[in-house]
């Protein structure tokens, strides 16, 4: 029954993705995380008392987010089809394929228009950096950078979550669903609090370093995961898992540069370079080597790159289930 929520889970967000009007969980553990900080903004008159309460927020965030997600499933047992639907809804929701997708595609096709000034709008929506001086380079750059970073916190990592937590039992309850949507949990925290700026420094320091952690293998395991999926779409495969390798340290994250080099080997472009943050400059060192000049097309190719990724993620950790499942149950 997990492998089959699991399953459809996946196929689900392939097919209709994370629609706007959808009540999706990490708009309310976003609300959660905001009103938590709030409270802490107003008691916390220190930087050590910001990382305490820094502290503090991920603690409360990520429990109420695995207690919710544990009752929910375990109120669903009551009925096998009912426990299959729910449990294939919440996995379904902690997965961002088809989303991410879009996202790029809509960056691609007004970049095909010609159009830089809503390009730049329409990038703004997915990425942290500042984005109103971009040219046409950079802003496909930010694009393959997103697609390729985030189909690790997007769905490697809560796939890989999940797996595990199918393995897990506890209390009679599989943990595929709470473990993936605690993971999403940790990287909404990351993503609302976790920048090394004035304001979230020390508030979110604990959630950065937290996301950092739960990311290390997902990111890692991603390499082998990138080069079968670009062997698969007959893309340069070995030089995405020696770009991967090589420049795995060209990035502030200790993650984020594995999924970046596997991109930019297989497309034969170069990633990385220096970016505004919220107005601060953040230079960084590149990653890839130039063979050719980045165009609007390797957008598309990312593209493919993502769901290619994706299946071969499935197969790989539907692979291991099986073996662990058979050596320990």
């Known amino acids: 029954m997990n492998i089959l929520s699991l399953y459809i889970g996946y196929i689900t967000d392939l097919i209709i993705g994370d629609p706007y009007s959808f ?20 008691i916390a008159k220190s930087d050590k008392g910001l ?29 096998m089809v009912v426990y299959v639907i729910i449990n294939s809804i919440v996995i379904y929701t902690t997965l ?18 010609g159009d830089i000034k809503k390009s730049r709008i329409q990038l703004s929506y997915i990425v942290g950096r500042d984005t109103e001086n971009l040219s046409e380079k950079e802003i496909i750059r930010a694009t393959v950078e997103t697609v390729a970073e985030n189909t690790v916190d ?39 609090v976790g920048y090394k700026n004035e304001k979230y420094l020390h508030i979110g320091f604990a959630s950065a370093k937290i996301d950092d952690i739960a ?20 893309n340069d495969y070995k030089n995405c898992f020696k770009i991967s390798i090589r420049d795995r340290k060209n990035h502030k994250s200790p993650n984020c540069a594995f999924s970046e080099g596997a991109v930019a080997g297989a497309l034969g472009i170069q990633l990385g370079g220096t970016n505004i943050y919220f107005g601060e ?17 390797d957008i598309s190719r990312t593209n493919k790159i993502l ?23």
């Open 307 to 329: 769901y290619a990724t994706s299946l071969t993620s499935m197969l790989v950790f539907t692979l291991f289930y099986v073996i662990i499942h058979h050596i320990f149950m």
């Open 23 to 42: 009540p999706h969980p990490v708009k309310y553990i976003g609300k959660l995380i905001k009103s938590v900080e709030n409270f802490i903004r107003k």
């Open 215 to 234: 990311n290390y293998i997902p990111s890692r395991i991603s390499v082998i995961l990138f080069t079968i999926g670009n062997l698969f779409l007959r």
């Open 281 to 297: 400059t953040v230079y960084k060192p590149t990653i890839g080597d130039k063979t050719r000049e980045i165009e609007v097309q």
């Open 51 to 79: 990382k305490i309460g820094g502290l503090f927020l991920w603690f409360v965030t990520v429990g109420i987010t695995f207690i919710i997600t544990y009752e929910i499933i375990r109120l669903a047992r009551f009925n």
């Open 154 to 192: 997007g769905l490697i990592a809560p796939l890989f979550y999940a797996f595990v937590g199918a393995c897990i039992n506890v209390g009679g309850i599989s943990l595929a669903a709470p473990l993936a949507m605690t993971y999403k949990a940790i990287n909404t925290l990351d993503s609302s």
């Open 96 to 113: 961002a394929t088809k989303c991410l997708k879009d996202e790029a595609k809509k960056i691609y096709d007004v970049l095909k228009t």
